[in-house]
Structure formats: C-alpha cells, structure tokens
C-alpha cells in the first residue's frame, strides 16, 4: 500500500535519519515517490532557516537590479556563469525567466569574475549556501543509496567528484500565460537536483508524459529533491528521472534556487546494478559529458527579445 495519494508528493522528514526505524519509513516513501515520479520534499533538513532566507533576500534583490547593472554580469562570449535572459522555445511556447548560474564545486574551478558582486554580500552568502547544500547533498545521496538497496556511499562514488551548480531562476510575472511558460517540461540532467521555490508556487511534475500535471505546493523551510537522468540510468531506470515544469504567474513574480549536483565529466554513466533477467537501460556505457552534450544540444540561447519582439526585461517597450 502507497502511504501518500497518488497525485501527491511525499514530505519526508530527515530528522533521527540515523535512528534503523525510521531509515526503514524514510526509505518506503522515496522508495515509493521516486518509482513514480522522481520527486519528493525534504524539511528537518538541517539548512539554516536564516541562511535560506538570506539567501533568498539577496537573489531577489539582484532581479529587481536595472538591466544595466544585471547585464554588467552578461553570460555572453563564452561565459559559463552569470546573468542571462532565457529564450528557450518549444513549439509555440517559450521560457519566460531570467537566470544567474554559479559553478560552485569544484571549488579550484570558481570563476569569481563571473559572480555579481552586487547586492554586497551575495557572494559570501552563496559560497555558505553552496557548501550547506553540498552536504545536504551527501546525505541525500546516502539515503538513496540505501533506497536503492545499495551500500551508502554507492552514489556518490558512481559520481567521482560531485559537481554543484547553482541556477537561481526569476520568472517576472507574465500576463501571456498561453505563449510563455516558465520553464517549459523538462527533466534535469544530474544526479540529483535540490529546489528551493517561494511561496508563489508554478512547479509541476507529470507522471503520465504531459497527459496531467499536478502541483508541488510550496511548502515553507521544505527543499524539492528531483532525480535527474543521471540517477536515473544509476537506478537502472527503476528511479525516474523527474518531469517537471514551472509555470509563469500572472500576477506575481517568482524566484526559485535550484542546486544541480552532477558527476565529473569523465564518471562513466551506466546502471550501478542490474538485477538478474533485467535489461541494462543503457547499452553502452559512456562518460557524463557524452551523455550531457547529447542531452543538450538544444541549448538556450542568448537573447534580449522574444519571438515577438519584445524586450524581455521590460515587456511593455
Ligand atoms: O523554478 C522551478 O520551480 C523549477 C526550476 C527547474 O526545474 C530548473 O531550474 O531546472
Ligand atoms: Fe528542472
């Protein structure tokens, strides 16, 4: 018997994780939510409330920045980080957010020069929140590992050096709700990805290819943990790679943190274990920059207009 509804996502507590009892409980749920949909909330997390929010304040604070000062940190000319504007399309229907990427581990491959240094602090503030996350990472990591029937630490070894990528994404509120979705239906391409969200809410996941959607309510002090592709080819395909979306708000702006952990470059992806009669997902195995180039060869691309035109930073000229 499922112990949640089948159009809801668990809420699971890490808190006495340690404690066998409530390892077991803990691992029935995802267990159950990653079968079905490759997501699920975590709250007693261990995250500073106080780190969170001020992390939050001082994203905010940066999108609320004139164009000016927010493009000073283009991510144009082969910049890896910073600012950019994103105009990713599908079909009719286009991303309608502004985004600030931070290369966060490893650490020796920080480009500071790519990190705004405005508002004041933001940059000490996210290099707290990117090791903060790094742990909750780890553990989340252990966690699965178990879910997975695996030792602890299978996971994280299967990555080699886990990489952490910080996106925050700011979606303006958007009264053209029929052309521009937030971020339109995809699934992310690391191990696991931890979401921060706002009260606003807009964050959807599928199960059924697109045919329903349903909600991730935004739950306060709560961090969403998807499964990306690369965890997903781990499980064997067992643990789906999450299908989610994020809608744009009509009478709101919405701010969201996503923290992307992902394997070195050169991990080789292939299922971690294949049980007995089982078919390997991947046929091959090839190395996680491989698989993320395929992934991504339809990238973003750089843009200050939409499709009609209009400025994206201030619709209305
Ligand atoms: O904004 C959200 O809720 C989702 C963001 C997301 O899916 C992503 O950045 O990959
Ligand atoms: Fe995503």
Redesign the pocket.
């Known amino acids: 018997m499922a112990t949640f509804t089948d159009d809801e996502i668990p809420v699971i507590s890490l808190d006495g994780i340690e404690d066998d009892a409530h390892m077991a409980a803990v691992k029935k749920k995802i267990v159950e939510a990653c079968e079905v949909w490759g997501i699920f909330q975590v709250v007693d997390h261990g995250v500073d409330p106080k780190l969170i929010a001020d992390m939050v304040r001082l994203t905010t604070e940066f999108y609320y920045f004139p164009p000016e000062e927010k493009l000073r940190f283009d991510m144009s000319g082969g910049k890896r980080g910073g600012f950019m504007i994103s105009t990713r399309r599908q079909g009719d229907v286009e991303d309608w957010r502004e985004v600030v990427t931070f290369f966060t581990y490893p650490s020796r491959d920080r480009k500071y020069s790519e990190w705004p240094d405005k508002p004041e602090g933001w940059i000490k503030k996210t290099e707290e929140f990117s090791e903060k996350l790094m742990d909750l990472a780890s553990k989340i990591l252990e966690v699965l590992s178990e879910a997975m029937d695996m030792e602890k630490g299978a996971l994280k070894k299967a990555c080699g050096e886990l990489n952490q990528k910080i ?1 925050t ?1 700011f ?1 303006p509120k958007c009264s053209n709700t029929d052309l521009e979705l ?2 339109p239906r ?1 699934t ?1 391409p690391g191990t696991i ?1 931890i ?1 921060l ?1 706002d009260q606003v809410g ?2 959807q996941a599928t199960k059924d290819g697109a045919k329903t959607w349903i909600n991730i309510p935004p739950m306060e002090g709560a961090f969403v943990i998807n499964i990306g592709d690369h965890g997903h080819y781990l499980s064997n395909g067992r643990f789906r790679s999450a299908d ?1 979306r ?1 809608l744009a708000n009509p009478k709101s702006d919405r701010l ?1 943190i ?1 923290t992307f952990q992902y394997p070195t470059p050169e991990a080789i992806v292939y299922p971690l274990k294949v049980g007995e009669g089982e078919k390997a997902v991947i046929e091959d195995p090839i190395s996680f920059a491989e698989m993320y180039k395929k992934k991504m060869s339809n990238e973003p691309v750089l843009a200050m207009f939409n499709h009609k035109g209009q400025n994206k930073l201030n619709p209305s000229t």
């Open positions: 996106l994404n979606y937030g971020l995809h992310d990805t979401l969200q807009g964050l989610h994020a969201s996503a």
